[in-house]
Nanobody, 116 residues
Framework: QVQVVESGGGLVQPGGSLRLSCATS????????MGWYRQAPGKQRDLVAI???????NYADSVKGRFTISRDNAKNKVYLQMNSLKPEDTAVYYC??????????WGQGTQVTVSS
């Protein structure tokens, strides 16, 4: 079992920045990929960014050049630095940890609202 907890969401003006954090605990040695997903009201949950155990990353086209995912294996944390935020980035952001199986573990989500 893996526990996943997100933090760092909030209200920010367009053009602003936020940093999301994701803490993991439990059987963390079984985790290989970690990612951030988001879900806006009435829409499906979409991938924002993923970072693999080897450190490679992938981003949704809509956030390339603005968001950066990083991983601190010593602290069992993953971060999402979000810059130049736009109103369309408003969503609930979820952290995902994938283990062998594969099995997906999700956090409870953190709300990000971009509005003036």
């Amino acid at each position: 079992q893996v526990q996943v907890v997100e933090s760092g969401g909030g209200l920010v003006q367009p053009g602003g920045s936020l940093r999301l954090s994701c803490a993991t605990s439990g059987s963390i040695d079984t985790i290989y990929d970690m990612g951030w997903y988001r879900q806006a009201p009435g829409k499906q949950r979409d991938l924002v960014a993923i970072i693999r155990s080897g450190g490679s990353t992938n981003y949704a086209d809509s956030v390339k050049g603005r968001f950066t995912i990083s991983r601190d294996n010593a602290k069992n944390k993953v971060y999402l630095q979000m810059n130049s935020l736009k109103p369309e980035d408003t969503a609930v952001y979820y952290c995902n940890a994938k283990t062998r199986g594969p099995i997906d573990y999700w956090g409870q989500g953190t709300q990000v609202t971009v509005s003036s």
